[in-house]
């Protein structure tokens, strides 16, 4: 491993940028229900919703290649053409398909049982981890971190709409696809940027992911109701939320094992959760919370001292 690259492989420094990510994320769980409102969208259907996140992903990949363009005093571009066709299905798989069912889903699944539902996300990142990458094998103590994670999840969402136990394709199953496409995206994140710049995959995945998503709302006749200075601003920080954490995730995973960094998502659906308490007013600073938080961090203490044999 570089040099230059040895600071990104700091377990500290992966515990503080893996947090800010799913800090990030989960103040995307507001601030997209903030943007509906402001967007008139509060009452639309899953297209419109698509069509939403369609935006925020192309604008997020552009702002993503026009940084690093200017940074790098040059325009990026893929340097190696065998890598397009790559960067173009990691789009599709891990923008675009991931949250065509992410959005269908939630509109057809309580609140609790989607947060819930989101926590397998960490799950099935850690088990493809263990198939597809040869360092990064599945031991006790990862999964036993893993259920901690996700119990954790289950905890903070007791006391919301559940919704019964019945599941069907459209609402639970495609939550659970979602989580699935996460975890394949990450894999091949970390396979394509052996081979390319980040930045430069982040932003075309993004790209790609969000033209995608875009058509695809138009198709099914998604529109945005009206346009409101409230509802560009919290555009703009939803593109920056994506921008910034897709390319620190992106480097995380490529300097590190994939379950080390990825166990941090647990915190994603738990910050949400209290995150949406605070700013939009509901009761979720309680006692589940702490729990919560304490259950996910111990989860991530038990990945991440865990050797490779443990």
């Given amino acids: ?19 800010f990510c799913a800090l990030l994320w989960g103040s995307a769980y507001p601030a997209i229900k903030l943007g509906y409102q402001y967007f008139g969208m509060t009452q639309s259907g899953s297209y419109d919703k698509i069509l939403f996140a369609g935006f925020r992903f192309l604008f997020a990949g552009l702002a993503v290649i026009i940084v690093m363009s200017f940074i790098k005093k040059g325009l990026l571009y893929p340097q190696k053409t065998r890598t397009i066709p790559k960067i173009l299905l990691l789009g599709l798989t891990y923008t675009g398909i991931q949250y065509i069912f992410f959005y269908i889903g939630l509109s057809n699944t309580a609140g609790a049982k989607s947060a819930i539902l989101q926590g397998t996300t960490t799950l099935f990142t850690v088990i493809l981890s263990a198939v597809f990458i040869k360092n990064d094998k599945l031991t006790v103590r990862k999964t036993a971190g893993c259920i901690l994670g996700f119990l954790g999840v289950v905890i903070i969402n007791l006391n919301t709409e559940f919704g019964g136990l019945e599941m069907s394709l459209q609402g639970e199953g495609f939550l659970i696809l979602a989580s699935l496409f996460f975890g394949i995206g990450s894999i091949m994140s970390k396979w394509i940027v052996k081979e390319e710049d980040s930045s430069t995959v982040v932003g075309y995945q993004l790209i790609t992911g969000g033209l995608f998503l875009i058509i695809t709302g138009l198709l099914g006749g998604g529109h945005i109701p009206v346009i409101t200075i409230e509802g560009i601003l919290m555009m703009c920080y939803l593109v920056f939320l994506s921008s910034v954490v897709y390319s620190l995730w992106t480097m995380l995973l490529n300097y590190n094992r994939v379950s080390s960094v990825t166990i941090y998502y647990s915190f994603v659906p738990v910050f949400g959760v209290i995150l949406s308490g605070i700013f939009l007013h509901e009761d979720v600073l309680n006692w589940r919370s702490l729990i919560a938080l304490a259950m996910v961090f111990s989860a991530i203490y038990i990945v991440n001292s865990a050797k490779d044999n443990d």
Avoid at 7 to 18: E, G, P, R
Wanted: glycine share 0%; no cysteine.
């Fill in 1 to 19: 491993m570089k040099e230059k690259s040895k600071w990104i492989t700091n377990k500290y420094v992966v515990a503080v940028l893996a947090t």
